[in-house]
């Protein structure tokens, strides 16, 4: 029998700061900590992780008035810093080092000499917007608060720039807004009159080249230009896409706006819309028409259009002209990944290139190839490496599989293993996301599993529905109603790897982070017998109560809000708090959050854990971990040896 209501209330308590809750927190992660230190081998496992993560973490260039500006992981491991240099292939010298706080992001002003950055404390991505004089290295008086996940879209001139930014922190205020700020002066108290949909809190600028247009995107999972201002005009934002229920994701050119969009092609089409007359569908051009890849980005490189295309979760960028004709194929390794980073998590708003004059800049990597920051030079239709990375010490065995859900949909996970031994069944740790329209496992690097794979383990990347890598229909297959929908998709891979003798029962684990770790936790409630280990970073895991935190009540787009009766039914059905039963053999779990994350408090950890522990009815570890001043990524990404290690521990193997 599913846990009761009371139950799940009868734990309430540690939704809230309190003494008692700080008490029962820190006996957790202490009998955590305890148990994670007995596991053998972790100093080695510890410094294989921080090997691969250095290896495998690697940036594309921004390119700005002739300088280069990028961030480099450490020879120590810490946090990227930022280093600016006059060539693309070099890293030359940090321009930003954190100081121990976190660089959330950055963007250099069109003529290379200011950079506006966001730095946050604690991994709480709480960011402040700072200002550095590139030249002198001077850290100008300019700051403005509650710029998270903040972008800028600076003026031609580099005099100003339009920005998101919240009214207050996102504990309190996460509505975001547009705001324009001119050098020197204070920040605006005032945000832009730009018109948007009314069930989206993310907004972001974007700029014409000529600094003419200034659009108002709203959301990321969904992107749209809701409206326009022309800054030469009456000074009046007006609508421009608002209401349109489809993504248009692009930019400015030339009097029109060039986009992929999802209205009448699921998998993407190119269009450009006049800006003086985007409701009128007569006037539209299609550029490039839906094809048999899903279409995500489009990025304009002095006179051409650089497609990303992904089939199959590959990557193939294509040329076009400016008119969508005259094509050619960058080339990429088979499979082949593109993107600016090694980052596994893409939004349709993430561009794979950076434009460097006549060519571009991106990062290039394979499953069993180290990843490599190239250039591709339009004129000469060449691929040139400027920086490589160091490969797996193995041979690699990478395949895509395939699986059929329970209604029959199909659903894919690159499967990567030592190329030896590539015939018997191994330990098998299954990593997923499967929402928010993200496409997941892309580019291609196994980073800091390389540990699990090297020791003999078999790592499977899934394409769940409810993430992005097959195109919005995918996306929607898995959204709100339709979330069960995503953990079906991992059990069913999971399944088929033991029916096809990649996987054997009982040495198989998940993992997952954020979404992923509402995954991981359904998957614990749903499933217990066909997993042996299951590690949650960073989840949500009371799908009734998630919106009483200001920022995750954002979430309801994509989960739906149990205020509303019919939202309640779904959600309650797999909200892993909800599904806990008294007398089921769980298996291994560690869940581990951060005491600074706005988007998934602790205390979704805390709960599911006493439910856990209270309910099981063997002897497998139940374990929360609180990483500690640290927020959503970095606990995510930080003593990843840690539940690595459990994981090895519990599928019996050795670093």
Known sequence: MAASGAAVDAHGW???DSDAVRR?????????VQHLRRQPGQQRLREQVARADIAARVFAPSLNGGRSFRLVVPTGGAEPVLHVSERADERGRVLVDSGGRTIDWFYP???GLLVAYGLSASGSEQSVLHLIDVETGEIMSDRIPHTSFAVVAWLPDSTGFYYSASLGPDTEQPQKHIFFHRIGDRPATEPEPAVLRDDEDFVYPQISVDGRWVAAVSSEAEPRPDSVLDRTGDGVWRPFLLGVPAIFNGFFLDGSYVAVTTEDAPRGRLVSIPLASPTDRLTWAELVPEGEGVLRTVTRVADRLILEELLDTSTRLRVVSLDGTAETAVPLPEPGFAALSTDNYRLPVDSAVFADGEGFVF??????????????DLGAGRVDVLEKGVPPPFEVDAFLAEARAPDGARVTAWVVRRAEGAAAPAPTLVNGYGGWNIAFGHPGNLGTFLPFVEAGGTMVFAHLRGG??????????????????????????????MADGVAAPGRVAVVGASNGGLLAAAAVTQRPELFAAVVSLVPLTDMMRYTHDPYPAEFALEYGDPAEPDAAVWLRAYSPCHSVRHGVSYPATLVICGDTDVRCPAWHGRKFVAHLQEATASDAPVLYRLRRSSGHLTSARRDTHEWLGFVMDQLGLEP
Do not use: I, M
């Open 14 to 16: 540690l939704e809230h």
């Open 24 to 32: 029962w927190e820190r006996a957790q992660d202490a009998k955590a």
């Open 109 to 111: 002003s069109p003529d």
């Open 363 to 376: 990062v290039r990597s394979s499953w069993g190839a180290a990843a490599e920051l190239c250039r591709y």
């Open 468 to 497: 992005g890598e097959y195109g919005l229909n995918q996306w929607l297959d898995g959204f709100r109603d339709a979330k069960q929908h995503t953990f079906d998709d991992l059990y069913a891979v999971v399944e088929q790897l």
